[in-house]
């Protein structure tokens, strides 16, 4: 297995985490599965080898990731704000895992940034807010975190064995960040899904839980999401808008819309594909590219976001009616 980082960093986190330190592991808003499996499965392996550990998260995830946090130990700020603060406070160190900085965490960000913890950052994203941290694992050259996360551990500890959760956790973040293996597959990224499965992670049922487990009002989003598929053949881009009256016809349920970004790509002739999704005060922006296409520069430029080349995100504080113009208008800078 290639290392990804030079020893003195290992080194640096093996003396950081002295036995008995207290673990916070923290995550950014809207956790996905790349998210919650960073922490399920990081938070699992640093407990069994003895350390008080607790994971944190600003805003809930999704249900169908709950059965990865089989004990339902995730802490959810805006549910627990006293406690979340209280595990802050009291940490050693910190582990902020799948985000690039604090700034993805609001208010639970500022409250990390604010702490005498020894923080860590073990992501994937591009442009690490590097300065924050104490010791930043980062890179964009894998597949995810959980893909990151796996290889350090392996390294530290090359004689651990572990277990089935914490490979189902690992091996759930690999295959929902890279879209069932289809965007940002790097060799070392089956070797390391061939370690967990060999460890116990069981494919059948993370596709059960993740893609096969729809609610009726889901799957007909769903079927609305792909009736209303707008095309923009000049721009080679398709895209989806869900706006609230929308949503709340078809019960919407936070994590309903998971990867309808993509279905918009399954079209020929479609290189971009961008999903709208009404919320409160916003719409969240999502964008996905096919081959040398790249999406972040937009997502900053125009919806205050960023993230990968291929998959990127961001909001707008506009009204549904102006989507299509400035949609256009942030393609044409990328789009002859
Ligand atoms: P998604 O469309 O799945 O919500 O997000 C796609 C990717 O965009 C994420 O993996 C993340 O890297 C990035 N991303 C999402 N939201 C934001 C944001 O608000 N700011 C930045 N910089 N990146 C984001
Ligand atoms: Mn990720």
């Known amino acids: 297995m290639k ?158 064995v572990f277990s089935k959760e914490q490979s189902m956790a690992f091996l759930t973040g690999i295959i929902t960040d890279t879209n069932q293996f289809a965007n940002s597959v790097y060799p070392e990224t089956f070797n390391v899904a061939s370690g967990l499965h060999a460890c116990g992670a069981d494919t059948e049922e993370i596709f059960d839980q993740v893609y096969r487990n729809f609610t009726f009002n889901r799957m007909r989003l769903m079927g609305y999401a792909l009736q209303n598929i707008r095309l923009l053949p000049e721009f080679k881009t398709g895209y989806i808008v869900l706006t609230r009256d929308v949503l709340d016809a078809f019960g919407y349920r936070n994590g309903d819309t998971e990867g309808f970004v993509n279905f918009p790509l399954a079209i020929k002739g479609v290189s971009v594909s961008a999903f709208f999704l009404q919320r409160e005060d916003h719409i969240k922006v999502s964008l996905r590219s096919k081959g040398n296409i790249a999406v972040n520069g937009i997502a900053k430029e125009f919806f205050s976001g960023g993230g990968h080349y291929n998959a990127s995100a961001g909001k707008m504080e506009d009204t549904p009616e102006k989507i299509e113009t400035l949609l256009k208008e942030a393609l044409g800078t990328i789009i002859a």
């Open 3 to 160: 290392d990804l980082f030079p020893k003195n960093l290992i080194v640096r986190w093996n003396e950081a985490l002295a036995p008995s330190v207290r673990v916070v592991l923290a995550t950014h808003i809207n956790p996905d599965g790349d998210a919650v499996g960073s922490l399920v499965g990081l938070g699992l392996f640093l407990k069994q080898q003895g350390f008080k550990v607790s994971m944190i998260c600003p805003t809930a995830y999704p249900d169908f990731l709950k059965f990865l946090d089989r004990e339902r130990e995730i802490l959810v700020f805006s549910q627990k704000r006293e406690q979340v603060a209280r595990k802050i406070e009291q940490a050693d160190v910190t582990i902020a895992v799948d985000v690039s900085g604090f700034s993805r965490m609001e208010e639970m960000g500022g409250l990390l940034s604010g702490s005498g913890a020894f923080k860590v950052l073990m992501d994937h994203h591009i442009d690490p807010e590097a300065a924050e941290f104490d010791l930043v694992f980062s890179t964009p050259l894998v597949s995810s975190t959980c893909e990151l996360i796996y290889r350090l551990l392996r390294i530290w500890k090359p004689e651990a």
